[in-house]
């Protein structure tokens, strides 16, 4: 994660996948929503986990379905829905103004606190307040080194290695307090737990993961099973989880916020690295985050999360239909030689739904190069729509978003 001096500007979220320390279905609506406007407002029935907006022919006159939801908004209000903006401590003015102006429908905290629970909550209201009380707020909460919020109300979260020690149900119930107290924080999305599998060999030399404590274990068992631990242990708490870094970071040497690229030559499609994502999206997980490493076994063109190859792993071969979030488009390295009004183009072509930017003013950019490009491409339009139904429907879960989910 990149401090707040990188970038004049406002919302910006960093250290959602690669956490930047250097060299159930469906859970209970929480926070307020005031002031909701038009198209997007509060009052709608949580609905289960990945579900993607698409209605039904079965669907009940006179629901809104979120498919539809998405289709009212003009091209540059469903753009704003994929971009995730970070929130560098404070809300400041020209932040607010940025939510205000650009109508990100998604915010991360940014910067490490001690604020405890109620000044998280008094953070998060200021920005419900700057965003008509629609924003999803989401943090990096993975415990150890990768805790962005501490203090009163915010019981102690071991690193990841350490979680692991607990049995399962150890770890599900301390989760669900981890949760509960994120919820109660205006916390909705965790962007954790860290599913990939650091094979024992490697633990010491695999920078983004195993150096640094984040990593369940050793094998994909182990990992799985502590994987799917955390993501029911926080929808019991209320909150949504988000599994990283698909495909799996446990194979990489470098860091991907700090190097241009980034090669795991070992993953491949069927590899067995890909079980904790299997478990997690049999739980229900809501999103899965998708890094920005390259894996030429599967795609050599491309880095994952502008892998069309990669992504359709996801829905083609695991069957999950919630969101795909992106690792930091914003200032990582490895995405640096692209321009930053293309990087959520190229995501959202590649079949990813929610793009996170660490700064302002790259997550601007990311809106307006979305706007633009899917302006004058027909087939681009149609994923933006498709996209924003599945980032509205997740809203709709923390009555954020007027709008059902209608399966069957």
């Known amino acids: 994660m990149r401090r707040?001096?990188?970038a004049a500007g406002v919302l910006a979220l960093a250290l959602v996948g690669c956490a930047q320390v250097?060299?159930?279905?469906?859970?209970?609506?929480?926070?307020?929503?005031?002031?909701?406007?038009?198209?997007?407002?509060?009052?709608p029935t949580p609905v289960a986990s990945g579900a993607t907006g698409t209605s039904s022919p079965s669907?009940?006159?006179?629901?809104?379905?979120?498919?539809?939801?998405?289709?009212?908004?003009?091209?540059?209000?469903?753009?704003?829905?994929?971009?995730?903006?970070?929130?560098?401590g404070e809300l400041d003015a020209a932040e607010a103004a940025a939510l205000e102006e650009y109508g990100f429908g998604?915010?991360?905290?940014?910067?490490?606190?001690?604020?405890?629970?109620?000044?998280?909550?008094?953070?998060t209201d200021a920005i419900q307040a700057a965003g008509k009380g629609q924003v999803l707020v989401a943090v990096d909460q993975e415990g150890g080194l990768v805790r962005r919020l501490k203090g009163p109300g915010f019981t102690d979260m071991p690193s990841a290695a350490e979680q692991a020690k607990l049995d399962p149900a150890e770890l599900s119930a301390a989760a669900q307090t981890w949760g509960a107290e994120m919820a109660k924080a205006g916390v909705h999305l965790d962007f954790a737990p860290v599913a990939d599998v650091v094979p024992a060999a490697k633990v010491g030399t695999n920078e983004p993961i195993g150096k640094i404590g984040r990593g369940y274990g050793t094998t994909p068992e182990q990992?799985?099973?502590?994987?799917?631990?955390v993501v029911t242990g926080f929808q019991r708490g209320g909150i949504a989880a988000s599994v990283k870094h698909f495909p799996n970071l446990g194979e990489v040497v470098g860091n991907t916020d700090f190097a241009t690229k980034v090669v795991d030559d070992v993953t491949t499609r069927d590899a067995a690295s890909l079980e904790p994502y299997r478990r997690a999206i049999a739980a229900?997980?809501?999103?899965?985050?998708?890094?920005?490493?390259?894996?030429?076994?599967i795609d050599a063109d491309a880095p994952a999360a502008?892998?069309?190859?990669?992504?359709?792993?996801?829905?083609?071969?695991?069957?999950?239909?919630?969101?795909?979030?992106?690792?930091?488009?914003?200032?990582?390295?490895?995405v640096a030689d692209v321009p930053a009004r293309e990087r959520a183009v190229r995501f959202v072509r590649a079949g990813g739904d929610l793009a996170v930017a660490v700064d302002v003013a790259p997550a601007e950019a990311m809106v307006d190069g979305l706007a633009a490009a899917a302006a004058d491409d027909a087939d681009l339009a149609a994923r933006v729509a498709e996209s924003a139904g599945r980032v509205l429907a997740l809203k709709s879960q923390f009555g954020l978003a007027a709008c059902e989910v209608v399966v069957g």
């Open 4 to 6: 707040r001096g990188l």
């Open 223 to 229: 990992v799985a099973a502590n994987v799917e631990a």
């Open 106 to 123: 998604s915010a991360i905290l940014m910067g490490n606190t001690t604020h405890g629970v109620a000044g998280t909550r008094q953070r």
């Open 306 to 334: 502008f892998s069309p190859a990669v992504l359709s792993i996801l829905r083609d071969d695991l069957g999950y239909t919630g969101v795909i979030a992106s690792d930091d488009l914003g200032v990582a390295k490895a």
């Open 22 to 43: 250097q060299p159930g279905t469906g859970p209970t609506p929480t926070g307020p929503v005031d002031g909701p406007t038009a198209a997007v407002t509060a009052g």
């Open 59 to 88: 669907a009940t006159a006179g629901v809104t379905t979120c498919a539809d939801l998405a289709g009212s908004l003009d091209l540059r209000a469903q753009a704003a829905q994929l971009v995730m903006v970070g929130i560098h």
């Open 284 to 297: 229900g997980v809501e999103t899965v985050m998708v890094a920005t490493a390259w894996y030429p076994l």
